[in-house]
């Protein structure tokens, strides 16, 4: 392909399952990171407080950094980011939890489906 057919943009989509053995751990942390950001107004810090006191996986995705995760990468510059976290059933013995079947698809499908990659937007 040419320069001006292909996009400068990559979308990168990571899929985490963690397991949060310690609660009052990670809610600590993610309390002391709100308390730690002094650019953060009143309003918001009574709000991200709250929030991440009751439900830990909001006081996880609170603690997640996708700034950091790319910081090192020469040659790269992060436009945006977005994630969140939910609690989740989880059976690790599960078909529906096989990631190796599913990064097949998903390589086939990013990898053969040409047309449908041009049309998406980023």
Same mark, same amino acid.
């Given at each position: ?25 990670? &809610?600590?942390? %993610? @309390?002391?990171?709100?308390? /730690?950001?002094e =650019? !953060? ?14 439900? &830990?996986?909001? %006081? @996880?995705?609170?603690?997640? /950094?996708?700034? =950091? !995760? ?26 529906e ?11 086939h ?14």
């Amino acid at each position: 392909m040419s320069t001006p057919e292909t996009s400068r943009f990559v979308r990168l989509r990571v899929e985490l399952v963690l397991e949060i053995d310690d609660e009052e751990a990670v &809610t600590g942390a %993610a @309390l002391r990171g709100i308390a /730690d950001d002094e =650019g !953060l107004p009143d309003a918001e810090r009574t709000h991200a407080e709250r929030t991440v006191t009751e439900d &830990t996986a909001e %006081a @996880l995705a609170h603690l997640v /950094d996708p700034f =950091g !995760l790319v910081a090192g990468v020469p040659g790269v510059e992060l436009h945006q980011a977005s994630w969140s976290s939910e609690r989740i059933d989880y059976d690790p013995d599960s078909p529906e939890w096989d990631v190796d079947d599913e990064d097949e698809d998903e390589f086939h499908n990013e990898s053969y489906d040409d047309e449908d990659r041009a049309g998406r937007s980023g």
